[in-house]
């Protein structure tokens, strides 16, 4: 079974806090865009190296949406690309696009 | 204790803040997308503690600790272990946090804090009481008898008795040394053997693995010695 985003982690920190939780998606909702098309672009002018450190911050926000095995592969992926490869590029594709989809759910 | 957050990602810094929220004692005074900023920020104000992330551009976490002159205690936020584990080798990284951090693994962190800046805080508190008493009862045959700090020049142990030398006389108390320890102001007394606790004040010299206390040879054991050299005024 595929996993899904999910708001668990946000609302174990929050604490009940609503104000803080719709603070945190907006912050979410604006970052995420952000550094998806920055590996985007980097991926397409085969900036490896840049790639992986927007990898590395994407891989937080996998973890912050209860992306268990999403968190773990970018973990792998991160590491591939420090080291010119991009056979996860699909898998992690995949991934974001779930993301994607999960915070225009909740926009 | 006044706490900045320093992190390029402004999610990160939100999960920092909101988890320090939830700490009476930790105060968020500032935040910052990159370590140039913080380092511009601590040259004109005090603060306590950083919650530092390792991974940014420009100037890495790392590069930022080695930076910084006289650093506060740091917290490390980080994704990758490794690093963390490389930076904790400085004594002023007090813990570090894996990202994303969990509630439960933050208070962890709160509490080891609290540990760290509390606890200076009593031992002042209790030094501050001690001097002003300066003083020390002891209960020989039913009689409460007073001693000066200062007075004591070593405390030895003796089976289930301790036995406590002034200048002019040698007490026989039935305690232990972990016991008068406790009593004891920490910057005037030291243990420097399982079975002796020395006056700092009263010591003539130090040679090998012994030091004399007026005519008292008081053997120094291998585990203690570094602590009495390092607290030494040595030339």
Do not use: W
Request: with cysteine.
């Amino acid at each position: 079974m595929t996993e899904r985003p999910n708001l668990n982690y946000i609302k174990e920190i929050s604490g009940g806090n609503e104000d803080f939780e719709k603070k945190f998606l907006t912050i979410i909702q604006t970052e995420f865009p952000k550094e998806k098309n920055d590996y985007i672009e980097n991926l397409a002018a085969n900036n490896l190296e840049e790639s992986a450190k927007i990898v590395h911050k994407i891989k937080h926000k996998l973890g912050i949406l209860g992306l268990t095995g999403g968190y773990k592969l970018a973990i792998k992926y991160e590491e591939d690309l420090k080291y010119g490869n991009t056979r996860l590029e699909k898998e992690f594709q995949d991934i974001l696009k779930s993301v994607e989809e999960f915070i225009l759910k909740i926009a | 204790m006044k706490c900045i957050i320093v992190d390029d990602e402004q999610s990160a810094r939100a999960i920092v803040k909101e988890l320090c929220r939830t700490i009476p004692e930790i105060e968020v005074v500032a935040e910052f997308p990159n370590a140039l900023e913080a380092l511009k920020f601590l040259k004109y104000n005090q603060i306590d503690l950083i919650f530092l992330d390792i991974h940014m551009p420009k100037l890495t976490g790392v590069d930022f600790i080695e930076t910084v002159t006289n650093p506060p205690k740091i917290v490390l936020t980080t994704s990758d272990t490794e690093f963390a584990i490389e930076a904790y080798g400085y004594e002023f990284i007090l813990d570090y946090l894996v990202k994303p951090i969990s509630a439960e693994r933050f208070h962890k962190c709160a509490i080891k804090l609290h540990n760290v800046f509390c606890k200076s805080a009593s031992d002042f508190e209790r030094e501050s009481s001690l001097a002003e008493d300066d003083d020390l009862y002891i209960n020989i045959d039913r009689r409460l008898i007073k001693l000066k700090f200062h007075d004591i020049q070593l405390i030895e142990a003796k089976g289930d008795y301790i036995e406590i030398q002034t200048k002019n006389e040698r007490y026989r108390v039935h305690s232990t040394l972990k016991k008068i320890k406790e009593k004891l102001p920490e910057s005037r007394f030291l243990q420097v053997h399982r079975s002796y606790i020395i006056n700092f004040a009263q010591i003539v010299d130090i040679q090998d693995n012994s030091v004399l206390i007026e005519r008292n040879v008081i053997p120094i054991s291998r585990s203690n010695r570094p602590e009495l050299m390092q607290r030494l005024n040595l030339l």
